[in-house]
């Protein structure tokens, strides 16, 4: 591992900035000139520095490549093996069509029928990340994930198509009220509308391994409006563990984990509520309560009165019909219980066979377990020859803006930034660099070429305290060590 007791002779001779991506792992150093950065040949570049100072502040951060493989091994775990790829549908099922807008909430609920939604694809773009796209979808990134086995989370290519699953079966539960399914993490709400019903769904974030979201039957006890966390001991103590010291209360405001609203549940401790982490949903990543995306959670709470009935359940295997044909909608099961729900499964489909007297495919079936990537499979045509009706997905345009996609300010010169990495390979920079500026509060955070490896740095920030304690969350959120900079003219 080189040393950075000189960084300004890492950089030295350069004349340009690649604005591409983030910056990860840094080392420290003296007061250095800044004389440019080099171009690098085929990269998007700007310039924008002549003859800079920048200052390393007196934290002791140094940069630990172990960490930094730690980080890409917990990257490869979300997007899959990234060189395998593989493609959700073949390319005649794609239609030539493209729809402006799609459903992808509120939908009417035909009696007897348990299907809603429409899949359908999109062609990606430059930049585009896929909890960029499962956001402004209101997809979480575990559904996107699934549906899209192979496809790089954080880097995918420009042009690819992707998946969008947004057609689900209901949970086998009575539809009332909200019901929520940890397995799919996904929330249903439903409401009559004359003698129709409709429901509307969100993805959300749920309960950890260690601290789960409980299964049962409770209501909305109390709803607030930009909630004061109180911060629970056990949380606390966690925290401090990792050096990060939490206050009795936190106010409303960007640093509050719960966002602008809150449903409390008549199961003390647990809520419905927002976040100040958006990418987080779709992830067992919470302390037990549910969270949804900012936008979402801002419709429920207005939707939903208090004494609202509330039923959570552990679903991952899902059937229903729509259409006279037979669907199975598989998820991964949570850790322990897999053997018990296929059992489950197994049991109705049985019964389901036996009422038709005919034999289902049970491969089909297997696969669509195996393969877990939680969209509604077709495996029975309950009314014989009504499987040719079979709704194909529909092609979306793609938006001009994403919703909610972090924006990164310009590089400038009197500001602060982290310098958060140094890599070799240009892909690994830019998934750091993502998944820095997909934090909560945000870190802007972009990826500077040299001659042989990319840095990511952090920033601007308007301080040194600032720019201390986005380095302080990088290495209590990520594990990455930083080093924080002051960029002088």
Known sequence: MSSWSNIGDQIRGF??????????????????????????????????????????????????????????????SLSGCAAMKSVPETAESFPSHREKEIERNKFPVARGEDVIGRLAVIRL?????????????????????????????????????????LSFILPDTPRKGIVVNLATMRLFQYKEDGASLLVTTYPIGVGTNERPTPTGRMHVARKAARP??????????????????????????????????????????????????????????????????????????????????????????LIGQRDGVLYLEAHTPMEGSGAHESENLYRKLRTIEKEARRTLDWKKVKEAQAEARGIPVPIFELIQGSEKEVAKPVEVEHPETLYGKPEIPALKLEAWYVLAGDVHDKIEAQRIAAIINHQGPPIPARVVSKSDSYLVVAGPFNDGSEAKKAAKRLKIDLEIDGIVIELLK
């Open 15 to 76: 004349l340009h900035y690649d604005i591409d991506g983030p910056i990860t792992g840094a080392r420290s150093g003296g007061v250095e000139r800044l004389q440019g950065l080099n171009e690098t040949a085929g990269l998007p570049m700007r310039k924008v520095l002549a003859e800079p100072m920048f200052r390393i502040s007196d934290l002791s951060l140094s940069c630990n490549r172990l960490r930094l493989t730690a980080l890409c091994i917990f990257i490869f």
């Open 125 to 165: 773009e430059k930049g585009d990340t896929l909890p960029d796209i499962a956001r402004h979808f209101s997809l979480g990134i575990n559904a996107i994930s699934a549906a899209n086995p192979g496809v790089d989370v954080w880097v995918p290519e420009a042009g690819e198509r992707i998946l969008l699953p």
């Open 228 to 317: 004061t966390w109180h911060v629970p001991a056990s949380i606390a103590k966690d925290h401090r563990k990792k050096g990060d010291i939490l206050p009795k209360a936190v106010p409303p405001g960007p640093e509050n984990p719960l966002g602008e609203y809150a449903l409390y549940l008549s199961k003390s401790g647990y809520l419905i509520h927002g976040t100040n982490k958006p990418a987080s949903i779709g992830l067992t990543a919470t302390n037990g309560c549910l969270r949804l995306y900012p936008e979402n959670v801002k419709t429920l709470f207005d939707d939903t009165p208090v004494k609202t009935p509330v039923l959570i359940v552990n679903q991952p295997y």
